[in-house]
T-cell receptor, first 114, second 114 residues
Framework: AQSVTQLDSQVPVFEEAPVELRCNYS??????LFWYVQYPNQGLQLLLK??????LVESINGFEAEFNKSQTSFHLRKPSVHISDTAEYFC????????????FGQGTRLTINP | EAGVTQFPSHSVIEKGQTVTLRCDPI?????LYWYRRVMGKEIKFLLH????????ESGMPNNRFLAERTGGTYSTLKVQPAELEDSGVYFC????????????FGPGTRLTVT
């Protein structure tokens, strides 16, 4: 079975500061990795994903995540956050073949202070 | 193209009553998933349809939950009779096929059982 741990339930940062949201996973088989974001009063949206190839993946709004197989991590980073990044962020995994269900972490609520 | 839609957006019912949640996936998506988030915990998988067939229902909590997808289009999730611990946000997602394809989520239905 797979499991995902997001180490921080809440992360408060100041606007324009850097941020890192941590995600570690456990799986006996290879997985795909995802970060989803839920803005206030909206549904979940895919932020970025790692399927294969380069271990560094980027989103269109400046977030990036790096797949580290040895540390089984997929931390999310942004060098300078904006008020509009206020949201809850979810890390998720899916095994490569067979069951297609996503296994989610507990979520990290990112709060940006002016 | 319309996204995944869910109805209702909110539902408040009393313990012992019945509630039916509806999900309309993106047109042409064969895969449809139900997830649930209870009391700020992690989002958990409930079940997965491929067209009208249940591919994986390993996450269904008990026999009070019944999911259907007649004709392989929209899906319903019925809870009968509802219990207090069923309160939470029920998400539906859809995806077009195999591989690491993104799952597109709906806005969720917030169910409150009093």
């Amino acid at each position: 079975a797979q499991s995902v741990t997001q180490l921080d339930s809440q992360v408060p940062v100041f606007e324009e500061a850097p941020v890192e949201l941590r995600c570690n996973y456990s799986s006996s088989v290879s997985v795909y990795l995802f970060w989803y974001v839920q803005y206030p009063n909206q549904g979940l949206q895919l932020l970025l994903k790692y399927l294969s190839g380069s271990t560094l993946v980027e989103s269109i709004n400046g977030f990036e995540a790096e797949f580290n197989k040895s540390q089984t991590s997929f931390h999310l980073r942004k060098p300078s956050v904006h008020i509009s990044d206020t949201a809850e962020y979810f890390c998720a995994v899916r095994i490569l073949s067979g069951a297609q269900k996503l296994v989610f972490g507990q979520g990290t609520r990112l709060t940006i202070n002016p | 193209e319309a996204g995944v839609t869910q109805f209702p957006s909110h539902s408040v019912i009393e313990k012992g009553q019945t509630v039916t949640l509806r999900c309309d996936p993106i047109s042409g998506h064969d895969n449809l998933y139900w997830y649930r988030r209870v009391m700020g915990k992690e989002i958990k998988f409930l079940l997965h349809f491929v067209k009208e067939s249940k591919q994986d229902e390993s996450g269904m909590p008990n026999n009070r939950f019944l999911a259907e997808r007649t004709g392989g289009t929209y899906s319903t999730l019925k809870v009968q009779p509802a219990e207090l611990e069923d309160s939470g946000v029920y998400f539906c997602a859809s995806s077009p096929g195999q591989g690491g394809n993104e799952q597109y989520f709906g806005p969720g239905t917030r169910l409150t059982v009093t």
